[in-house]
């Protein structure tokens, strides 16, 4: 994949998550300025403001997924990492559980951690559980991220799977896969390989781990 590919299906992924709160605040202030809706007024508020949480709260997320969230440091905190990605799913009815022996980690393993995490909890349909398991960094452990997800019913689209499977030359790619592919040229960069266990129809783990 040529990185102008990588970069435009990075932003066609976040212009797409974007568009709905966005094309709600833009519907909002429309009926706001249409006098025939005086007595709506209260109801356009809190659409407003239901989306304007949503758009920050997707921002922020993809600020520290694809952009240089937390600075230009080398490490981003688990709490800022655990914030964003709740507040990602806030209107889903996925529950998130963490396990972590570590306050803060890597910037780049950060970033696999939370586009993995992104991935998982989509192909959740419905209400599930997203675990996630942040440990062994700090001793000889072999799998460092380990991103269970399960529920009623699961879809894996093949495109997700592909981009784990095939090399990046050869993935062909969509908005939904691309957090995936950049999770794999950051491992790549960083001596890691993922692995995806698609379980059944009621579970799938990516796992991280060390290389060689």
């Not at 570590?102 to 989509?122: F, R, S, T, Y």
């Not at 192909?123 to 398991?133: A, D």
């Amino acid at each position: 994949m040529k990185n102008a590919d990588f970069a435009g299906l990075l932003c066609s992924r976040l212009c797409h998550d974007l568009v709905s709160p966005v094309g709600a605040m833009s519907n909002g202030v429309e009926l706001l300025h249409d006098k025939g809706n005086a007595d709506m007024q209260e109801q356009i508020v809190d659409l407003l403001e239901d989306s304007v949480v949503q758009t920050t709260n997707k921002l922020k997320f993809f600020r520290l997924a694809f952009g240089l969230g937390g600075g230009f440091g080398a490490v981003i905190n688990l709490e800022e990492a655990k914030l964003a990605l709740a507040s990602l799913f806030d209107k889903s009815k996925v529950t998130i559980a963490w396990s972590s022996d570590v306050a803060a980690a890597d910037k780049n393993l950060m970033k696999i951690l939370l586009n993995l995490a992104l991935v998982a909890g989509e192909c959740v349909i419905g209400e599930g559980i997203l675990s996630i398991s942040l440990e062994g960094l700090e001793s000889d452990a072999e799998e460092l991220i380990i991103i269970k997800a399960s529920g009623a019913r699961l879809i894996i689209h093949e495109s997700v799977a592909s981009a784990v499977e095939k090399s990046l030359s050869d993935v062909d790619a969509d908005p939904k896969s691309i957090p995936v592919c950049l999770a794999k040229s950051l491992s790549l960069e960083n001596g890691l390989g993922i692995r995806l266990d698609r379980g059944n129809e009621t579970e799938m783990t990516f796992i991280v781990s060390k290389q060689g």
